[in-house]
């Protein structure tokens, strides 16, 4: 287990087990939650701003087919 303090200067944190950190590195996880906060349904034109929950959701889909894809979950 791995304490993190949070800081103002951190744009996110996040969670995952050993299963995702054997094949991912932190800079494979960086890519996927970049490239899900560049797709165009992530951001609410009425609010003009980013909609968090489905870049998580988005996020979090990508990692998980990552991962699978290497073989780290069944």
């Known amino acids: 287990m791995t ?3 949070i800081t103002d200067e ?3 944190l996040f969670i995952g ?3 995702i950190f054997q094949t ?3 800079n494979d996880i960086l890519q996927c ?7 165009e349904d992530c951001f ?3 609010k003009m701003e980013i909609n968090n929950h489905k870049v998580c959701g988005k996020a979090v889909d990508l ?3 990552t991962a699978q894809a290497r073989n ?3």
Do not use: P, Q, Y
């Open 44 to 46: 609410d034109e009425d």
């Open 17 to 19: 087990n050993n299963s």
């Open 33 to 39: 939650v970049r490239i899900a906060l560049n797709e």
């Open 10 to 12: 951190m744009d996110f």
């Open 63 to 65: 990692i998980i087919k």
């Open 3 to 5: 304490t993190v303090k």
């Open 24 to 26: 991912m590195t932190h």
């Open 72 to 74: 780290a979950i069944g």
